[in-house]
Nanobody, 126 residues
């Protein structure tokens, strides 16, 4: 069983940075994928970044490409999302997710992931 617990959210001014963390427990194959998704009020959940567990592959949505970086410390099973140059549109609940189906490697596939954290709020203000 996979357990995912996010931390590190909060409030930040536009242009600032935040780093989200996700403590993961469970068994992960090298071909498993971990991901970050977000959901703003009144909007559908959106996958923003994925990373293969062996760190050989990362992928980003167009909305965050060049500003966000996903990384994984496999020694501690901690997933990170470094968010720079934050915009008002980045305000959302952010979720950590994991799945062992290697073909779900694109951000648009994240909605099909099997395991999810409880979410953490990021609020970007002007």
């Amino acid at each position: 069983q996979v357990l995912l617990v996010e931390s590190g959210g909060g409030s930040v001014q536009a242009g600032g940075s935040l780093r989200l963390s996700c403590a993961a427990s469970g068994n992960f194959a090298a071909t498993s994928f971990m991901a970050w998704a977000r959901q703003a009020p009144g909007k559908q959940r959106e996958g923003v970044a994925t990373i293969r567990y062996d760190k050989s592959h990362t992928s980003y949505s167009d909305s965050v490409e060049g500003r966000f970086t996903i990384s994984l410390d496999d020694a501690t099973n901690t997933l990170y999302l470094q968010m720079n140059d934050l915009k008002l549109a980045d305000s959302a609940m952010y979720y950590c997710a994991a799945d062992d189906r290697y073909w779900l490697h694109l951000p648009e596939s994240v909605g099909r992931f099997a395991s999810w954290g409880q979410g953490i709020l990021v609020n970007v203000s002007s």
